[in-house]
Structures are given as C-alpha cells and as structure tokens.
C-alpha cells in the first residue's frame, strides 16, 4: 500500500540557510499535518492544510511557511535556519470521511543546522 | 497546550511482562488515539478509541478510556523485545501530542 512519502530524508545546512522539505501524501488524502520533534521531545504540530488550504496553525515559527498544492503534495519552507531548528519533521495525511481521525505518518526529513 | 500528557516517562520491563501506561488530557473529545514511534522513525497509529466506549482491544493491545476523569491506559501484554518503542497519545482536538512514554522490554 502506498504510504506518505517525504523527501529528502536527511539534510544538512548552515546556519542562516534556506531548506525545503515535501511530503507526498496517500493518494486521495486530502488533509496534511506537519509535525517538529526535536532531540528527546515530544511531536509539536506545525500546520495543517486541507484542500490546499491553511486549516490549522500550531507553533510554526514566522521563518517558516507552507502550502499544499494542487496534487494535495505540501511544502515546508525553512528560512534563516537556526540551530535550534535541528529536528526530525513529519508529515502526516488524512483522508476525509469515516475513520478520517487516523494519521498515516511520513519516515520523517532529518534536518541538521551546522 | 498539550492534549495528551503520559505517565510514566519511562517504563522498562521484562519479556513477557505486560506494560501500562497512562494519558490524561483537558478537553472534551470524540476519540483518543494511542501511537506507537520506534527510534528516530514515524508515528504508527495503534488504535483508536470512541469517546462513548470503555475498552477496546487489538491483538495484545488493551486501551481504556475514562471520559468522566479525562485519562485514558494503553497496556500492551506479553511484552516482546519488538515492543521497545516510545509511545504516544492523542486527544484530537489540537492535533497535539503528549511527551510519551518510553518503554523498553529487556530480553
């Protein structure tokens, strides 16, 4: 069965740099989480989009944005990175509908600030 | 804030032996999830339980749900070594998760 894909799975920058990370969700789900989990912590919600919209908003910090496109794929944009933003992310989808509460997880972008 | 808080942190057993964990949550829901994250992998989901049911099972998974206290037990029985994993809950109100518990089944 098809699972949600993220690319690239693991990415060094320097500080003050740019990065990119996508994830491709199941094939008609059309809700998708983004999630933050640093060394030892908890998974921390980022955002959220549904049918390409912004549908929820979790402790995104302002460097970063996102958006979900017309395949229902989504970005992370990460701008002037910082140390601290050194974690794992993860992608999450959902479909619409009966059982639409369970998330199916992406294997995750390690993201390395040097 | 936080929809799902864990109890205990940590949680280290023998093979075979069963393991409970708690989770406590703040607002009303219509269903708690419990999920599974192996080191450095994805959340897999476990199983989820309605906010009108008591008790569910699945496989060697048994999860309670106490609406009237806000918490609910995750008890994974006849623990394996493949259990070792950290574990989590989920109100879905926030789409937040607690800080888990970490659970390590020693051969």
């Known amino acids: 069965a098809a699972g949600v894909i993220q690319s690239p799975r693991h990415l060094i920058k320097e500080k003050r740099e740019t990065a990119t990370l996508k994830c491709y969700p199941i094939?008609?789900?059309?809700?998708v989480y983004w999630y933050q989990q640093g060394p030892g912590q908890d998974p921390q919600f980022l955002i959220s989009?549904?049918?390409?919209?912004?549908?929820d908003k979790g402790s995104i910090p302002d460097r970063f944005s996102a958006q979900q496109f017309s395949d229902y794929h989504s970005e992370l944009n990460m701008s002037s990175l910082e140390l601290g933003d050194s974690a794992l992310y993860f992608c999450a989808s959902r479909p619409q509908g009966p059982g639409a509460n369970v998330l199916t997880f992406g294997a995750g972008s390690r993201l390395t600030v040097l | 804030s936080q929809q799902g808080e864990e109890d205990p942190q940590a949680l280290s057993i023998q093979e075979g032996e069963n393991a409970t964990m708690n989770c406590s949550y703040k607002t009303s829901i219509n269903n708690l999830q419990w999920y599974r994250q192996n080191s450095g992998r994805g959340l897999v989901h476990l199983i989820l339980i309605r906010s009108n049911e008591r008790e569910k099972h699945s496989g060697r998974l048994r999860v309670t749900l106490d609406t009237s206290k806000k918490s609910s037990s995750l008890l994974i029985t006849a623990s394996r070594a493949a259990d070792t994993a950290s574990y989590f809950c989920?109100?879905?109100?926030?789409?937040?998760f607690g800080a888990g518990t970490t659970v390590t089944v020693r051969a």
């Open positions: 094939p008609r789900h059309d809700t």
């Open positions: 989920a109100a879905f109100y926030k789409l937040s």
């Open positions: 989009f549904y049918e390409k919209m912004q549908s």
